[in-house]
């Protein structure tokens, strides 16, 4: 087990890919502490964990919410040694989510954008990283998306807010690599979340032909359309290279943003 002893923290972690990276995290030997909006969800998640993880409720685009969670985790675990900023999503159609034009989005909603995606991952930070130096160092992986990399038509406040994720995880790989604290990104592509289910349900709506499909149907075309690889990326794709950036396998790894996306990317600017 890689993660023995280790304390992890995931936020947003009470479903979908945070539950994946916990599932993953635990079964490395991480004690892992799911922190969510939805409180008993994590607590849920948690046990069924096991291995002493615990599930806390808190908003963390607030820093004191943050701090708090934090302190918890601290008192209950004894310590942080790896964070996982997941906490995140494209958010409902309308102002600032899925599927709206910008010159459509509010200022309301551009903010949302922002705190749901980049203000979450700079409390959660700003409260652990005192507790991950006491430990003598560790792993901050800060999960962004490919729209941070790429454009993002149908989401550009979601992706504005990615790429800052993305600029904030290589200044704070600079600045804390003489902590021994490495910060690493991850830019999942195609996974089957409650933001591209959001997604497949506005094609559905605005796009003729996506009329008499299901949503999860509309994903999975998608996928075979713009996935070189032809398949869709899983929770546990995501949670095992958290494993791998948080372990000791990648001790000389820090400030990289890496896409877990089938080869997606790798086709912007090509014919």
Not at 97 to 103: I, L
Not at 115 to 128: D, E, I, S
Not at 181 to 204: D, H, Q, S, Y
Request: with cysteine.
């Amino acid at each position: 087990m890689r993660l023995r002893e280790k304390v992890a923290v995931v936020t947003g972690g009470a479903r979908g890919i945070g539950a994946g990276i916990a599932r993953c995290l635990s079964a490395e030997g991480a004690r892992v502490a799911l922190v969510d909006l939805d409180g008993p969800e994590a607590q849920n998640t948690a046990a069924a964990l096991g291995g002493g993880a615990i599930g806390l409720a808190a908003d963390v685009s607030h820093e004191a919410q943050a701090a708090d969670a934090v302190e918890k985790i601290v008192a209950q675990l004894g310590g942080i040694d790896i964070v996982v900023n997941n906490a995140g999503g494209g958010g409902q159609t309308g102002t600032g989510g899925v599927g709206n034009p910008f010159t459509n989005i509010t200022q309301e909603g551009w903010d949302d954008q922002l705190a749901t995606n980049l203000r979450t991952t700079f409390a959660v930070t700003k409260a652990a990283i005192p507790h991950v130096q006491r430990r003598g160092g560790g792993s901050v992986v800060n999960i962004a998306s490919i729209a941070g990399l790429i454009p993002a038509v149908a989401i550009p406040a979601y992706g504005a807010a990615k790429a800052g994720v993305i600029s904030l995880t290589k200044s704070l790989a600079l600045e804390l690599a003489a902590h021994n604290v490495r910060v690493n990104a991850i830019c999942p592509g195609f996974l089957w979340t409650r933001a591209w289910e959001m997604l497949a349900t506005w094609l559905k709506m605005t796009n003729p032909r996506y009329a008499d499909r299901a949503p999860r149907d509309i994903f999975l075309e998608q996928c075979q359309h713009a996935v070189p690889l032809h398949r869709e990326q899983t929770p546990e794709d995501i949670g095992k290279l958290v494993v791998f950036l948080s372990s000791d396998d990648a001790c000389n790894i820090t400030g990289q943003a890496i896409a877990v996306d089938g080869g997606i990317t790798l086709r912007v600017g090509t014919a």
